[in-house]
């Protein structure tokens, strides 16, 4: 549930977040978990992307050195960036839904495509 919050941390539409979570489709976390591994676990096991202007170093540096890497490039590739122009959500338009990177790599034969579809 939204906990209580000191005002300052409080966003613009209360009600509405609290609609969104009634309704299943805003998940909150447990507060004393860290959220990041949450999204990065469930982006992985739907295959879904994040959208977030986090890279989540943070998230990387915490794993041992011989994962970091692999979870680097599977961020890199799922991180969907945005901005706000006004009140208008835009999303990076050079972003590439993974999907669409292995069809291209495929179509142009690329060697690196089945190491593009293992990362997914």
Do not use: C
């Not at 977030?52 to 990387?60: G, K, L, Q, V």
């Amino acid at each position: 549930k939204i906990k209580q919050a000191k005002l300052q941390e409080l966003p613009d539409d209360v009600p509405y977040l609290q609609t969104l979570e009634r309704d299943g489709i805003l998940v909150a976390t447990p507060a004393q978990d860290y959220d990041d591994s949450y999204q990065i676990e469930y982006a992985r096991r739907h295959g879904g992307v994040i959208v977030s202007n986090d890279m989540f170093r943070d998230a990387i540096d915490k794993l041992k050195p011989h994962l970091r890497g692999a979870l680097k490039e599977w961020i890199k590739a799922h991180i969907l960036s945005y901005t706000f122009v006004g009140d208008e959500f835009v999303p990076n338009p050079d972003f590439l839904f993974p999907v669409q990177v292995r069809i291209a790599q495929k179509q142009q034969g690329s060697p690196i495509a089945d190491a593009a579809a293992a990362n997914a």
